[in-house]
């Protein structure tokens, strides 16, 4: 039995999704560089679901490291280049709580008032968000026999309430036994730029978050967010009791098949 994480959502209300409408992947410039996998698995799911994701080529990093470190005058060309780059469409999902945060919370601490920024801002789905609040799709025809738990990062969960989504879709995959985090509203350590500043109060976190999934027996960690598993699966693999433990984009898990 799943016992369920309740977050207070923040006020926003999910708009209906019509056919037709026009959906963009906005990947992450990391997954980009180093997940691509997570990108494709995502393509693949909304085109089995009857929707032909659109990939801008244009749209480059969100600015989010920039912007966590203060520097807010140089991240405003970024972030334009993001409303220039989407705006020509309905719904824009993002496989990445942080990134979609970013977008749909801090552009307008950016751009306070500016109801262009806001529209597309607004459109900012993140991935499990737009399965199950917008499509209303939980059982996506998964089969992943495996111990699973997982971390749903600070962004996901503070600024979006992201919390039942990614446990709702992991119930519903064919084979897989739930295995929940202790603590798991602690962050990982990771923070983008936090991780770089304080390295050693980033990894003494990451430490804790890594005896906790240890500690459930799962062999899988599954996350919303390739950033906090870039930093979680270093850490595991750097232990060798823990170093057989898979960190996994919960995408590679809903895109999985028997065989």
């Known amino acids: 039995m799943i016992r369920r994480v309740h977050t207070a959502p923040p006020a926003w209300e999910y708009p209906e999704y019509q056919p037709g409408q026009k959906v963009a992947l906005f990947i992450p410039c990391y997954m980009d560089q180093f997940y691509p996998h997570v990108g494709q698995a995502v393509v693949e799911i909304l085109e089995r ?56 919370v801090f552009y307008e601490h950016l751009f306070p008032g500016d109801e262009n920024v806001r529209a597309v801002s607004s459109r900012v789905v993140e991935f499990t968000e737009f399965l199950v609040n917008v499509l209303h799709q939980v059982d996506l025809g998964a089969v992943f026999p495996h111990k699973v738990t997982l971390h749903i990062g600070c962004h996901g969960r503070r600024e979006l309430g992201i919390a039942s989504q990614p446990v709702e879709l992991l119930e519903h995959v064919k084979g897989l036994e739930y295995r929940e985090l202790p603590q798991m509203e602690d962050c990982c350590g990771f923070g983008g730029t936090f991780s770089v500043k304080f390295p050693n109060l980033s990894l003494d976190m990451g430490r804790t978050k890594c005896e906790n999934i240890a500690s459930t027996g799962a062999d899988v960690v599954a996350s919303i967010d390739t950033s906090c598993l870039m930093h979680i699966g270093g850490i595991l693999q750097l232990d060798p009791q823990k170093k057989h433990i898979m960190p996994l984009h919960i995408a590679e898990i809903l895109n999985h098949r028997e065989g």
């Open 49 to 104: 679901l009857g929707i032909a994701p659109e990939f801008p080529p244009e749209q480059t990093c969100c600015g989010q490291p920039a912007f966590n470190s203060g520097y807010w005058d140089q991240v405003r060309p970024t972030a334009m280049a993001f409303v220039r780059a989407f705006r020509g469409y309905d719904w824009i999902v993002c496989p990445s709580g942080s990134c979609t945060a970013m977008c749909r």
